[in-house]
């Protein structure tokens, strides 16, 4: 992956959450607007499925697909919003609990990600568990925050969460904590954040 690919999927990130916090506040019952909001998240899911091999998530995802389906041809659903928040909160309590699951194990998530960059000394294993951690309590933060959201304010305040907080979280978190690690830790071999998505690929790659 290149720096003008990473760009560019950046950039339709941004304009698939500027795009579903409208079409949330808008149309957020309309059967388009419900294929429009979590047909790329299923086809993504399903794309990494089918590259990783993956075969229970791709049959998962074709039985959601299959629901989407049911749902547009219905004419969508009575209580849509609700949808939308049990997928936004599922989404991230199955993350954290994969990322919890690793801690487990000697090598957290994180850790395997890291070795795969370069060796890791027993202070890396060390700090990319707690890496790992800060990532699980996002991920449960999120989750409960975005039930919290929606039963004690506005819509329009969830939806803003969801398609424009969310990321911007996320990519607040990835990009400070690689800021962040050289400060605290000197010793720590440089990387980009291009290689980090290179190992990422690689260990995908892997497992196929």
């Known amino acids: 992956m290149s720096a003008w690919q990473l760009g560019l999927g950046l950039l339709g ?4 959450a500027v795009l579903s916090h409208l079409l949330m506040l808008h149309a957020a ?3 388009w607007a419900v294929a429009a909001l979590l047909g790329p998240l299923l086809a993504l899911a399903g794309a990494v499925a089918w590259r990783s091999r993956q075969r ?4 998962g995802v074709l039985v959601a697909c ?3 389906a049911g749902v547009v041809a219905r004419g969508g659903v009575e209580d849509i919003n609700r949808l939308y928040v049990l997928q936004h909160a599922g989404i991230h309590l199955a993350l954290g609990l994969s990322f919890a699951l690793t801690l487990r194990t000697p090598l957290s998530l994180i850790g395997r990600i890291a070795q795969r960059v370069h060796p890791l000394t027993p ?9 790992t951690v800060s990532w699980v309590v996002y991920f449960f933060g999120m989750s409960a925050l975005s039930v919290l959201v929606y039963v004690a304010a506005p819509w329009s305040d969830w939806s803003l969460l969801a398609n424009v907080g969310t990321p911007v979280a996320m990519a607040a978190l990835f990009i400070g904590e690689h800021l962040l690690r050289y400060r ?7 990387v980009t954040m ?6 990422y690929r690689r260990g995908a790659a892997a497992h196929r």
Do not use: I, K
């Open 184 to 190: 605290l830790h000197p010793e720590f071999e440089r």
């Open 123 to 131: 202070d890396m294993v060390a700090y990319t568990r707690r890496v």
């Open 29 to 31: 019952g309309q059967p």
């Open 13 to 16: 990130a941004v304009a698939y």
């Open 66 to 68: 299959a629901m989407l």
């Open 194 to 199: 291009m290689d980090a998505v290179r190992a």
């Open 56 to 59: 229970s998530l791709l049959a």
